[in-house]
């Protein structure tokens, strides 16, 4: 494994270099190596092995012009010394013919780790792979279907259990001599079912994923998971239409997380394409509500030191005692909105500068999920979100839903073919309650939601 990153680190070395000989004034490389496995199985058989083991780099170039920076970006799979020689001359002239943009921020002068901090985060987050084998990862699939499709008579059929497993490595150098690289293992296991018979018949899953498969819940607690809530959706109904209080589950309310991240995404800001514009250091959810973006995480699979300009990462209260704190900006929204940066970009092997959370967690309050129903005397406890019915623009909202009907404080049937609708800064602004039960969904840990005064349009 190391000496795959030494490779790769070579090869972001020399494909700056080659871009300088070019005639670039600024550039960076990233470069990437990817080696999984995944393993399918169905009704108690090995349907299919895949293994990926995939490489390549990408290369940002700046030129100047009369007008100002102008760059280019591209991307190639072939390493070799001749490889990298013509992706540099190919993305110089490119960015020769590219218009300029004086706002370009090339990457020289970022505020990169020191070596020292280069070192601690090796200390805290040693190279290890994901800790399964392809036979154990079989086997855990196999298991976890065994126990979804025996957990009830009312699980008729399987979809499928999957298990998977891998690592990545990241290397990041620039122009200004900073290079820097980390890796990434991580493991999931996931299994869907489907309940009933004919025109009955309901579907549903459950998942999960970590950074070991130590971290991993087990087959027996997915499975279980999976065959409980086919089951309970069996023999749905609609309800009335009218304002009602809706109760996001945890893999739901990512959804919600979602839609924040995407409206505080610094280039959205710039372009005036975010209903949250002109929200920056105002209350936007009630008092209580603190949602943070941690870079250096325990249990997070976005864990970074640096971002993809190089930057140094740093944890941010993003929402504190329900007022937004920042804007998410890489340096280039972030010197065009005169902000500070927040280390977040992201980035492909081409293609321009993207701006990404790193580890988001909203953090939990003090009621479980059943407590919150018990409060609630007429609402939704919603289970599944169907569409993409969100104008990021006005923050409007209407999407299909299936859940569970609450009346008076207790679930009472199966509820499907609603549509829930509002205005996402009105939703924000009308949280009722966040559940005690924090659950991490891959890069976000995320409570139940409760939300009042949703209107509901059933049948």
Known sequence: MKSTVRSTHDYTGQLIDAALRAGAAHADALSVSDTGDAINVRNGTVESVEREDARGVGLRAFVETASGMAFATASTSDVSPQGLQKLAEQVLAMARISEADPDAVPPVGANHPTEQQLADWRLRHPESDAGWSLEEARDAALACEEVALSCSTAISNSEGAAASFGISHVVYASSDGFSAAYSKASASLSISVIAGHGDGMQRDYAWHRALHVSGL????????????????????GSMESGAATVV????????????????????????????????LHQPLFPAGVCIDDNPDHPDGLGNRLFDGEGTRTAS???????????????????????????????????????????????????????????????????????????????????????????????????????TIAGNLKEMFAQISHVGSDLTWFGSSAVPSIAIEGMTIAGA
């Open 248 to 279: 996001f589950e945890p893999r739901i309310a990512t959804s919600l997380l979602g839609h924040l991240i995407g409206a505080i995404n610094g280039r959205a800001i710039l372009q005036q394409r975010s209903f949250l514009t002109d929200c």
């Open 217 to 236: 819940r087990t087959p027996d607690l997915i499975g279980r998971e999976a065959a409980e809530r086919a089951w309970r959706r069996l023999d749905p």
């Open 316 to 418: 941010h209260h993003l929402v504190s005692d329900g007022v937004l704190q920042h804007f998410l900006t890489d340096r280039y929204t972030a010197r065009r909105l005169g902000m500070p940066e927040t280390g977040s970009a992201v980035r492909g092997l081409t293609g321009d500068i993207g701006i990404g959370s790193a580890n988001l967690i909203w953090q939990p309050g003090s009621l479980s999920q059943t407590d919150i129903i018990r409060q609630i005397r007429h609402g939704l406890l919603v289970t599944e979100l169907i569409g993409f019915g969100v104008n990021s623009v006005t923050g409007d909202y209407s999407r299909g839903a299936s859940g569970f009907l609450i009346e008076n404080g207790m679930i009472v049937r199966p509820v499907q073919g609603i």
